[in-house]
């Protein structure tokens, strides 16, 4: 397994990467496997002020549906709005695809979720 090393991954099989101000939230390829071909992508609420481990959003495979956590604190300011008519996006390029963007309130608090080899040790 490859993991990009340009971001932060939360044990949930969440991606965050930090872009100018705010942080890029998507599943890791790991989990799109798990969860096998997606037919949705959503009810995430923009806008929203959440707490890590919130949850964010949802995905929903012809197999199973899972939550969508926030990996920090702050603000939801955008949903990739691509994902509602194609949100096998994910299972093509998990990580050339976010799903949404959260304007940390505290960007530090990246440094607490694992890096790329953690993450890889977590599986």
Do not use: C
Not at 65 to 79: H, T
Request: net charge negative; aromatic share 8%.
């Amino acid at each position: 397994m490859s993991l990009p090393t340009d971001r932060k991954y939360a044990a949930s099989h969440e991606w965050a990467r930090l872009e100018g101000d705010v942080v890029l939230v998507g599943i890791t390829d790991n989990a799109q496997d798990q969860l096998g071909d997606l037919v949705f992508v959503g009810d995430v609420n923009v806008g929203a002020t959440l707490e890590a481990g919130d949850v964010a959003g949802v995905v929903e495979s012809v197999k199973a549906a899972s939550d969508i956590y926030a990996p920090v604190a702050g603000e939801v300011v955008e949903f990739n709005e691509a994902l509602n008519d194609q949100p096998d996006l994910i299972n093509q390029a998990a990580y050339d695809t976010w799903i949404f963007k959260i304007k940390p309130a505290n960007p530090a608090d990246l440094d607490k979720l694992l890096d790329a080899a953690g993450y890889e040790a977590s599986l």
